[in-house]
């Protein structure tokens, strides 16, 4: 069965600083993965995605990341963090079923940063 | 862009109560979820549907139940709501199979 493991449960950095989210996954075949980000008290929003392709995807605000097959990884980068960055985020693998698109997420990250 | 909407964004009941969770998207997608969010769990799938009235257990069905009689509405229905069923709950849709679009979430308190 395919699962995707977070280790870091909570993170902090101070703004400026870089930053990057681990994220390893278990599945038999090639991964749909995905990264989201949950503001507090909000729905979740699309980072980015892999399907195929170039192994390192650029996202919205600034984000990327990179796809290693020999590491089972999908780990999120940013350059230098803003304030705004503070928020949980979400990795997630997709596999097709029936007709749709199941999705396992991994438990999250909560991502603090320092001024 | 893509909306989906949930019905409440708080909601308090009571035990036993039967409480209806109601999810609308508005882009014609055919694959609709419902899934459950727990400190430390991360989000796990109650149900999905991938066409109208076509339903299938996720990985916690315990409890629930589903409807979906249009394209563009997936209900969550607990028959008699229990304390272990506070939680947050998300609703997300997606046309074919690629990127999940998700609501603003509903935080459930059964009392």
């Known amino acids: 069965a395919q699962s995707v493991t977070q280790p870091d449960i909570h993170i902090t950095v101070s703004e400026g600083a870089s930053l990057e989210l681990r994220c390893n996954y278990s599945?038999?075949?090639?991964?749909?993965l995905f990264w989201y980000v949950q503001s507090p008290g909000q729905g979740l929003q699309l980072l980015l995605k892999?399907?195929?392709?170039?192994?390192l995807v650029q996202g919205i605000k600034g984000f990327e990341a990179e796809f290693k097959r020999s590491q089972s990884s999908f780990n999120l980068r940013k350059p230098s963090v803003h304030w705004s960055d503070a928020a949980e985020y979400f990795c997630?693998?997709?596999?097709?079923?029936?007709?749709?698109?199941?999705?396992?997420f991994g438990t999250g990250t909560q991502l603090k940063v320092e001024l | 862009d893509v909306k989906v909407t949930q019905s409440s964004r708080y909601l308090v009941k009571r035990t036993g109560e039967k409480v209806f969770l109601e999810c609308v998207q508005d882009?014609?997608?055919?694959?609709m979820f419902w899934y459950r969010q727990d400190p430390g769990l991360g989000l796990r799938l109650i149900y999905f549907?991938?066409?109208?009235?076509?339903?299938e257990k996720g990985d916690i069905p315990e409890g629930y139940s589903v409807s979906r009689e249009k394209k563009e509405r997936f209900s969550l229905i607990l028959e008699s709501a229990s304390t272990n069923q506070t939680s947050m709950y998300l609703c997300?849709?997606?046309?074919?199979?690629?990127?999940?679009?998700f609501g603003p979430g509903t935080r459930l308190l059964v009392l």
């Open positions: 997300a849709s997606t046309l074919g199979g690629e990127t999940q679009y």
């Open positions: 599945y038999g075949a090639t991964p749909y």
């Open positions: 892999y399907f195929s392709g170039d192994t």
């Open positions: 997630a693998v997709g596999h097709l079923t029936g007709g749709g698109n199941k999705l396992t």
């Open positions: 882009m014609d997608h055919e694959n």
């Open positions: 549907s991938y066409d109208v009235k076509m339903k």
